[in-house]
Structures are given as structure tokens and as C-alpha cells.
């Protein structure tokens, strides 16, 4: 992978969904009810030992690596915490729909990660283009 800075566009919306991310992760440590992903566990998976702990890990984590993608600017970060945010949010609205839970949090899901695939593809698109 090269080291060329990608535009403010591609890492300010990458920067802006680790953004959104954490706007969710961050209160639903102290209530794992506040999150949409975690307002149906009942009490038990609800805690930060159980489902909602490994939940709120994994988004975390994911915010973390994209706000380092979009801050360090380089091919590799950025495409890396794009994906991670795609995964994050298409798989969750995939599995929301199937389970019959369509509302808002499979929409926002659908939507951020349409938008992360978006910039991994300007990033590949920008990489490629500087290489030719």
C-alpha cells in the first residue's frame, strides 16, 4: 500500500461516521438500553459482562480504527476503518431485517454503511489513480 495523504472529503465522512459511532457507543455504557441495538435485551444480556459488553466493544473498537484511518489519511488506515464501519453497520441492518426488526437502527445501519463503502471506494479510486 502506498503512503499518499487521501483527500479532507474521503477522511472527514470517514471521520464523521467513527463520529456517529461513537455518539451511540459512548452514553450506552451507562445505559446499554440508550443504544437501538441493545434496547430489546432483557436485563441479563443487557450488561456490560454479557452481550451488550461485547457489543459496545466492538463498536468501539471499530470507531477507534476509523477515527485513526481518518486522521493518519493514509490508503491502508482509511480503507481499513471504512470497511470496518461497512461490516459493522451492514451486517447489523442485514440481520435487523431479516429478524423482522426494521426500523430506525437497520435504516441509520443501511445508510452509514452505504457511506463507508462509498469511501473505500474513493480511497481505491484515488490510490489507483496516483499510481498510474
Do not use: W
Not at 455504557?29 to 454479557?50: C, Q, T
Amino acid at each position: 500500500m502506498d503512503t499518499q495523504k487521501h483527500g479532507i472529503v474521503v477522511r472527514g465522512v470517514l471521520g464523521l461516521l467513527a463520529c456517529v459511532i461513537l455518539l451511540f457507543t459512548l452514553p450506552a455504557y451507562m445505559d446499554p438500553s440508550s443504544n437501538p441495538g441493545l434496547a430489546n435485551l432483557s436485563e441479563e444480556a443487557a450488561s456490560l459482562g454479557s452481550v451488550a459488553g461485547a457489543f459496545l466493544a466492538r463498536q468501539l473498537g471499530l470507531a477507534l480504527i476509523a477515527l485513526y484511518g481518518a486522521t493518519k489519511g493514509t490508503t491502508q488506515p482509511v480503507l481499513i476503518g471504512a470497511f470496518g464501519i461497512a461490516f459493522f453497520n451492514l451486517h447489523d441492518a442485514v440481520f435487523l431485517t431479516a429478524f423482522g426488526t426494521v426500523g430506525a437502527g437497520a435504516i441509520a445501519g443501511l445508510i452509514l454503511g452505504v457511506l463507508a463503502v462509498v469511501v473505500m471506494f474513493l480511497t481505491a479510486r484515488e490510490s489507483t489513480a496516483t499510481r498510474s
